[in-house]
């Protein structure tokens, strides 16, 4: 089932809406600029009567919460705001009770509503105390980074980190309304917008070869701002919708979005979630892993990998392990996060391979020792 990307007549003509028709759970995603001013009236409309309980990190809140609360107040929606710290230390178990503990302090109703607004954890963290809050609150998702425009607001998979890998506890709870407001990009630091790309650069990779040439000639104008980057974000949930639509709950072919995924995941862990390497840096490292170890094992063609290396590194990406700061550990603590990825399963590794650009496809019961002599190969290179 394909999602169809439609011009937004309620704001400008730089607008798009990709809807999730999800039977019983269907709802919008509205991109464009200035939706955080238009929220309040949106809001209104959409869920007269509610009350909200926005949940944002610190960064965010300086930047983006200011617009989002003048347009809820000139709206006359009553709101609050739980303040978590920064990073990806925050998708925890401790922080996942304070904003529980928050909302029913607030005396938040069943029938209210979470406003995610920020990045992908506060994304994954706060869907997911409002899959648990009274056991299930409505939420909607305001991502305010481009990874969490493209891809984490979008799809329902949400949850926290453990001691024993990345999102190893949560739920799928989709949310009722996605705005993804252009304007917030503009104040992402390089290296996180860049971090979102890899991200986008994934929707080619699994199955669109076209989009990926088009990222090839327009990736400069993306990270610009022009009109491409809407068109980029609209491709991507559009793409995401699709995936979404066939596999709400990951059992087969919506796993092809982890693509890249675990490497990524893995090298996350052994970084301590510290910020060396943020999320979307390890996918971009775990994608061009994926390519190479799927042409060793004679799938794809060995240039591939190489091609995605420059594309990505263009964007001020990391792409090897060598790029990483500081000590990441020996092989074998590799091996033991990549043992921990959600895709194991009765402990045989699955991975998402290739056999070229936009031509992904899932591999079960991948051999460890192949995995273990390619990664040692790549330390070294």
């Given at each position: 089932?394909?999602a169809?990307?439609?011009?937004?007549?309620?704001?400008?003509?730089?607008?798009?809406?990709?809807?999730?028709?999800?039977?019983?759970?269907?709802?919008?995603i509205l991109?464009g600029?200035?939706l955080?001013?238009?929220?309040?009236?949106?809001?209104?409309?959409?869920?007269?009567?509610?009350?909200?309980?926005i949940?944002?990190?610190?960064?965010?809140?300086?930047?983006?919460?200011?617009?989002?609360?003048?347009?809820?107040?000139?709206?006359?929606?009553?709101?609050?705001?739980?303040?978590?710290?920064?990073?990806?230390?925050?998708?925890?178990?401790?922080?996942?009770?304070?904003?529980?503990?928050?909302?029913?302090a607030?005396?938040?109703?069943?029938?209210?509503?979470?406003i995610?607004?920020?990045?992908?954890?506060?994304?994954?963290?706060?869907?997911?105390?409002?899959?648990?809050?009274?056991?299930?609150?409505d939420?909607?998702?305001?991502?305010?980074?481009?990874?969490?425009?493209?891809?984490?607001?979008?799809?329902?998979?949400?949850?926290?980190?453990?001691?024993?890998g990345?999102?190893?506890?949560?739920?799928?709870?989709?949310?009722?309304?996605?705005?993804?407001?252009?304007?917030?990009?503009?104040?992402?630091?390089?290296?996180?917008?860049?971090?979102?790309?890899?991200?986008?650069?994934?929707?080619?990779?699994?199955?669109?070869?076209?989009?990926?040439?088009?990222?090839?000639?327009?990736?400069?104008?993306?990270?610009?701002?022009?009109?491409?980057?809407?068109?980029?974000?609209?491709?991507?949930?559009?793409?995401?919708?699709r995936?979404?639509?066939?596999?709400?709950?990951?059992?087969?072919?919506?796993?092809?979005?982890?693509?890249?995924?675990?490497?990524?995941?893995?090298?996350?862990?052994?970084?301590?979630?510290?910020?060396?390497?943020?999320?979307?840096?390890g996918?971009?490292?775990?994608?061009?892993?994926?390519?190479?170890?799927?042409?060793?094992?004679?799938?794809?063609?060995?240039?591939?990998?190489?091609?995605?290396?420059?594309?990505?590194?263009?964007?001020?990406?990391?792409?090897?392990?060598?790029?990483?700061?500081?000590?990441?550990?020996?092989?074998?603590?590799?091996?033991?996060?990549?043992?921990?990825?959600?895709?194991?399963s009765?402990?045989?590794?699955?991975?998402?391979l290739?056999?070229?650009?936009?031509?992904?496809?899932?591999?079960?019961?991948?051999d460890?020792?192949?995995?273990?002599?390619?990664?040692?190969?790549?330390?070294h290179?």
């Amino acid at each position: 089932m394909a999602a169809d990307i439609e011009a937004d007549g309620d704001a400008s003509s730089s607008a798009h809406r990709v809807h999730v028709p999800l039977e019983g759970r269907s709802y919008d995603i509205l991109i464009g600029p200035r939706l955080l001013e238009r929220a309040g009236a949106l809001l209104a409309e959409r869920f007269p009567g509610r009350r909200f309980g926005i949940v944002t990190d610190t960064e965010v809140a300086r930047a983006q919460l200011p617009r989002l609360g003048a347009s809820l107040d000139a709206a006359g929606i009553a709101h609050g705001t739980i303040v978590l710290p920064n990073g990806e230390a925050t998708k925890s178990f401790s922080r996942l009770e304070e904003v529980v503990e928050g909302l029913l302090a607030a005396r938040l109703e069943r029938g209210d509503l979470v406003i995610a607004l920020g990045g992908g954890v506060i994304g994954d963290l706060a869907g997911f105390a409002a899959a648990i809050t009274r056991r299930g609150m409505d939420f909607i998702q305001m991502p305010t980074s481009l990874l969490a425009q493209v891809d984490s607001s979008v799809g329902g998979k949400t949850g926290i980190n453990s001691p024993h890998g990345k999102n190893l506890v949560g739920a799928f709870h989709q949310p009722r309304l996605v705005l993804a407001d252009l304007d917030t990009l503009d104040t992402l630091p390089p290296r996180e917008f860049a971090a979102g790309y890899a991200e986008v650069v994934k929707y080619g990779l699994i199955d669109d070869e076209a989009f990926y040439f088009w990222l090839e000639a327009n990736r400069r104008a993306i990270f610009e701002g022009g009109p491409e980057r809407a068109e980029a974000v609209a491709r991507c949930c559009a793409a995401k919708t699709r995936f979404v639509l066939a596999d709400e709950k990951e059992t087969g072919v919506r796993a092809l979005l982890n693509l890249g995924h675990t490497f990524g995941h893995a090298l996350e862990k052994i970084t301590g979630y510290s910020g060396r390497l943020l999320h979307g840096e390890g996918v971009a490292i775990g994608m061009v892993m994926a390519h190479a170890f799927s042409a060793r094992l004679g799938l794809a063609p060995g240039q591939d990998a190489e091609r995605i290396s420059r594309h990505l590194s263009a964007a001020g990406l990391p792409t090897r392990l060598g790029d990483i700061p500081g000590e990441i550990g020996g092989t074998d603590a590799i091996m033991d996060a990549i043992a921990q990825d959600k895709k194991v399963s009765r402990g045989a590794l699955t991975f998402i391979l290739t056999r070229g650009i936009g031509q992904a496809f899932i591999e079960k019961g991948v051999d460890p020792g192949a995995v273990r002599s390619f990664i040692e190969d790549q330390r070294h290179t």
